[in-house]
């Protein structure tokens, strides 16, 4: 008699939590598309994400965060104040980005450097700028260049050239993607897509059923151009360099916005844009100024030792078209 009623006992609490789940099931809200747009980093945002609410208030924080760490425009910024010696002290963003800055910079050979900033100020590129620099100049800033002259230690950074200076430009936009998109993880969107300024995180797919579909322009003067091909994505990062987007003419030659920190002069050379597809945004940002400064014969070295990485390099050609190169298991769509 025991034996069965413990039985019924068991059947009725089963039933009583399968009753349950279904209650709570129907209870909760279904996941609607959510959109959140504006400003930042002197570009614009743009994300579409399948959730119960928007979370715009979260989102904006996670970018606000960056600029009041990596941002050389912020002048409260965390890295404005240690490249004026106001602080020593650093934060975990900056020490998030260092680390990752010293990883690309050994792996491209210099090509990328968290430090060439002086440089980028002399070129006309940065937050100040004066008359073009000579090559005196040029060999005196590049003494302060090189992230072998910084060390970065429980919390603090040390310099070894004073007039050092930190520029996390070429990776604050990639990484604020990231943060968006760990923030969106954390409340647990299946499905989204990040945008800040044409850099580029997705995860599952879009809201139609169908992959995400993200593009590449034409290396056109002010970033105007035409789409040059389409991408299918589910899962991962993209991001765009090049040198069409900021650039200037003096004296009938054109200056380049991407400085190659191991020569100190803007690169000349037949890459216009390269597109860095790579497990995380800061990492397809990072990868994508080497390349610009590497040209293509490098990148593809580059490319080789490192699988995680695929790349699409759009070149100019003697005949004023573009010469396309892409790694061989990317498959880009016609527009």
């Known amino acids: 008699m025991k034996k069965k009623f413990r039985i019924i006992f068991r059947c009725l609490f089963l039933l009583f939590l399968v009753l349950g789940t279904v209650y709570i099931l129907v209870r909760r809200p279904s996941d609607t598309v959510q959109t959140a747009t504006g400003p930042i980093f002197g570009t614009t945002y743009h994300i579409t994400y399948t959730y119960a609410e928007p979370i715009d208030t979260f989102i904006v924080r996670e970018m606000q965060a960056v600029d009041h760490s990596l941002s050389m425009f912020n002048p409260q910024s965390t890295t404005s104040r240690l490249n004026r010696g ?106 989204y897509m990040v945008e800040i300024g044409g850099e580029v995180v997705v995860k599952g797919g879009h809201p139609e059923g169908r992959p995400w579909k993200v593009g590449v322009t034409t290396p056109e003067d002010g970033g105007n151009g035409s789409v040059q091909c389409m991408f299918e994505l589910t899962d991962g990062a993209m991001a765009t360099s090049g040198n069409y987007l900021r650039h200037y003419e003096r004296n009938g030659r054109r200056y380049a916005h991407t400085i190659d920190p191991r020569t100190g002069y803007p690169v000349q050379h037949e890459v216009l844009s390269a597109t860095v597809f790579a497990p995380d945004c800061a990492t397809a940002d990072a990868y994508a100024t080497a390349f610009m400064v590497l040209g293509l014969e490098k990148a593809k070295a580059v490319l080789a030792r490192h699988k995680e990485l695929k790349a699409y390099l759009i070149c100019s050609a003697p005949n004023g078209q573009y010469r396309i190169w892409h790694s061989p298991d990317l498959k880009p769509l016609k527009p």
């Open 86 to 191: 106001e602080t020593d002290r650093t934060d975990g963003l900056v020490e998030e980005m260092w680390q990752l800055s010293e990883r690309i910079a050994s792996a491209t050979d210099g090509a990328f450097d968290p430090t060439v900033a002086p440089l980028v100020n002399a070129w006309g590129f940065g937050f100040k700028h004066n008359a073009l620099p000579d090559s005196a100049d040029v060999d005196s800033l590049l003494r302060l260049v090189g992230h072998d002259k910084v060390k970065l230690s429980g919390g603090r950074l040390t310099k070894k050239a004073e007039g050092l200076m930190l520029d996390f430009s070429a990776v604050a936009k990639g990484y604020g993607v990231d943060r968006v998109a760990r923030l969106l993880d954390s409340r647990g969107v299946k499905h």
